[in-house]
């Protein structure tokens, strides 16, 4: 059952609304299968208890259009991406993408023959894979520069100078990942720790199985947690007054028989200025005593943000969101699902968004 509500009107930033705790769905993939009696990456005591920051800084507009390739920007905005995390890579080498290409090529001919159910169509010399570097993505001096992995294959009944078409894409990204963690790496390792992909899910299984016999590295699902969605509510509603969100979409779920689905879309402007209302002075949080720098965010402001919207929507329909979940938001930069599906509508943000999705990626790896 889905019901669809839209508000225009302006929200009370001073409602009480009822608190209500998440529990963040856990990974099934045991330490023992990640890291087994022949795997080089050992535990780190000292970083296994680590949560999601608390502030982080304002989203800046960044014009990466001059920095990476434009094809290769193409496909990251324009395509919904299903996120997984990977734990670090051992002994891989930027220098050796062609190899990889080559390999990884191989691997998928050779999984077909054996009869395995690989979507590929085609000859079985028809398959070509390419590995590139994504440059200009990166954005510390520890993280490693974005790889790019495209799968491509004639279709079964294709002309003879009909050009091979894409038919899975993915790629491996760390974007302003936690210098703590990255400095603790054994120097073999090369920590990438967000994966994304696009295509048959037999495909992405062939692809992270060549991966994890290479590279001795495992994946494993990565949700996009309730408190990661409200982050986005908030850090994608604050690029607002340079580019316009156009709406602000929210898809909650209620705990009822049978589930109830609520699609609650607010006003742009509307959802700027409640924002804005609920936005702290630094230089008033820094007279009494808080040392809060001028473009942070941090978790306070984005709660009373959310709480303030859930207030507005029970004061028009009388439903409390609070006892529900956010599964989806989405706006004119990017959508979201709990699901672990991204897709990144604007490139002037991205960053903004990869830097939470690198954060989350590394907050999930059994490590």
């Not at 894979?129 to 520069?145: L, P």
């Not at 930069?333 to 991204?342: D, E, M, P, T, V």
Request: proline share 5%; net charge positive.
């Amino acid at each position: 059952m889905e019901r669809h509500y839209s508000s225009i009107a302006r929200t009370p930033t001073n409602s009480l609304v009822v608190k209500r705790r998440t529990k963040s769905k856990s990974y099934r993939l045991s330490y023992q299968s990640c890291f087994g009696a022949g795997s080089r990456l050992g535990l780190t005591p000292a970083l296994t208890a680590r949560r999601l920051n608390t502030s982080r800084r304002a989203p800046k507009s960044h014009n990466i259009t001059d920095k990476v390739n434009a094809e290769q920007l193409a496909l990251l905005v324009k395509t919904e991406w299903q996120l997984s995390y990977v734990t670090p890579l051992y002994q891989f080498r930027h220098t050796q993408l062609k190899n990889y290409s080559r390999q990884l090529s191989a691997f998928i001919a050779a999984e077909k023959q054996q009869g395995l159910a690989v979507e590929v169509e085609g000859p079985q010399g028809g398959i070509r894979v390419s590995f590139s570097v994504v440059q200009g993505m990166v954005e510390a001096a520890d993280d490693a520069e974005t790889v790019l992995i495209q799968i491509h294959s004639k279709p079964l009944f294709a002309r003879p100078d009909e050009p091979q078409k894409s038919v899975w894409s993915g790629w491996l990204t760390c974007i302003n990942g936690n210098p703590d963690y990255l400095h603790s790496l054994p120097e073999d390792f090369v920590c990438l720790p967000l994966f994304c992909s696009s295509g048959p899910e037999n495909l992405t299984t062939v692809v992270k199985s060549w991966f994890q016999q290479n590279f001795d590295c495992c994946f494993g699902p990565l949700d996009i947690s309730h408190t990661s969605l409200q982050w986005l509510v908030a850090l994608w509603t604050n690029c607002h007054a340079e580019s316009s969100i156009q709406h602000l979409k929210m898809i909650w779920t209620l705990p009822v028989a049978p589930p109830l689905q609520i699609t609650y879309t607010v006003n742009p402007q509307d959802a700027w200025e409640l924002w804005s209302s609920v936005r702290k002075d630094p230089q008033e949080e820094n007279k009494a005593g808080k040392d809060v720098e001028e473009d942070s965010i941090d978790i306070e402001e984005v709660i009373s943000f959310i709480q303030a919207l859930k207030s507005h929507f029970y004061r028009h329909f009388r439903l409390d969101l609070s006892a529900g979940s956010l599964n989806q938001v989405s706006t004119a930069l990017g959508s979201a699902k709990y699901s672990g599906r991204i897709k990144i509508s604007n490139s002037k943000y991205m960053i903004t968004t990869l830097t939470l999705l690198t954060e989350c990626a590394l907050l999930k790896m059994p490590i």
